[in-house]
């Protein structure tokens, strides 16, 4: 891939924070990032800091959808609580709590109106679906248990499709066509590697960050198609649509983007 190969000629703007392990960025290109398991920062893309509150014990999975940053809990603790942020200035907005397991990522579909929530429990892994009507008005419609044990990242494929990552030793990549409820295997690792997050760039390539290897890239077949060792602890990546990369490694304490301003097509 040129695309990739640019990205990797690139010098990374390093921000240091302790223990980074989720991302996510707003419709107004702000990001998001939760670090020492109780922080949650927003920047401006040029990774300015704009402000930093304090959050639960354990937050570490975030997720962006409808003007809010919805933060979870990892490890699994009980009460099983979902917290949402303004994505203005971080007020928290409303808290939800659910008996299925701890709530990790947030995607929504059918024009808003379903808030889908994965949850991990010890053993098994849950689906939650919303009907959601505001960001204090939402009621539980019904669940789908996953043949996943570590849930621990949700990325949209419009509204056919969801991949899930199961975060364990050799865990995979499933998919979930969303009308069916079918669920199966689609990117396997390695039995060293754990994969923590998957995005979906503008061409529709998968982009895959794997504890003990870095980045991998694949097709929507599940092929694949680029790697880059970039680092072997990354929790979470975000692509924009001109092809700006931010990752953050939970080991080296770094926040990195790589800039690179190109379109879809190359």
């Known amino acids: 891939m040129w695309l990739l190969n640019r990205i990797k000629n690139q010098t990374a703007n390093i921000v240091i924070l302790s223990n980074p392990t989720g991302l996510a960025?707003?419709?107004?290109?702000?990001?998001?990032v939760v670090y020492n398991a109780n922080r949650l920062q927003l920047m401006y893309s040029n990774l300015t800091t704009i402000e930093t509150i304090s959050t639960a014990t354990n937050s570490r999975p975030l997720s962006y959808q409808n003007s809010y940053y919805f933060v979870g809990i990892y490890p699994v603790i009980s009460p099983y609580t979902l917290y949402m942020y303004s994505a203005t200035n971080l007020t928290l907005v409303s808290t939800t709590t659910n008996i299925y397991g701890s709530p990790q990522r947030v995607a929504f579909v059918y024009n808003n109106s379903i808030?889908?929530?994965?949850?991990?429990?010890?053993?098994?892994?849950?689906?939650?679906?919303?009907?959601?009507?505001?960001?204090?008005?939402?009621?539980?419609?019904?669940?789908?248990?996953?043949?996943i044990t570590n849930a621990f990242y949700l990325a949209k494929l419009e509204d056919e499709a969801f991949f899930i990552v199961d975060a364990k030793g050799g865990g995979s990549?499933?998919?979930?066509?969303?009308?069916?409820d079918t669920v199966s295997s689609f990117i396997t690792t390695n039995s060293t590697e754990a994969p923590t997050a998957i995005v979906i760039d503008s061409c529709g390539r998968l982009w895959v960050t794997i504890v003990n290897y870095g980045i991998r890239i694949y097709d929507q077949t599940g092929t694949l198609i680029g790697s880059w060792a970039v680092s072997s602890q990354l929790y979470d990546i975000i692509v924009t649509e001109t092809y700006d990369i931010y990752l953050v490694d939970k080991v080296s304490n770094k926040l990195s983007k790589y800039d690179t301003n190109v379109q879809c097509g190359v």
């Open 25 to 32: 960025m707003d419709d107004q290109s702000h990001l998001a």
């Open 115 to 147: 808030m889908c929530v994965i949850t991990q429990n010890t053993t098994i892994s849950t689906m939650l679906y919303y009907q959601y009507y505001s960001p204090t008005s939402f009621i539980l419609n019904r669940t789908l248990i996953l043949p």
């Open 173 to 180: 990549i499933y998919k979930l066509l969303i009308a069916t």
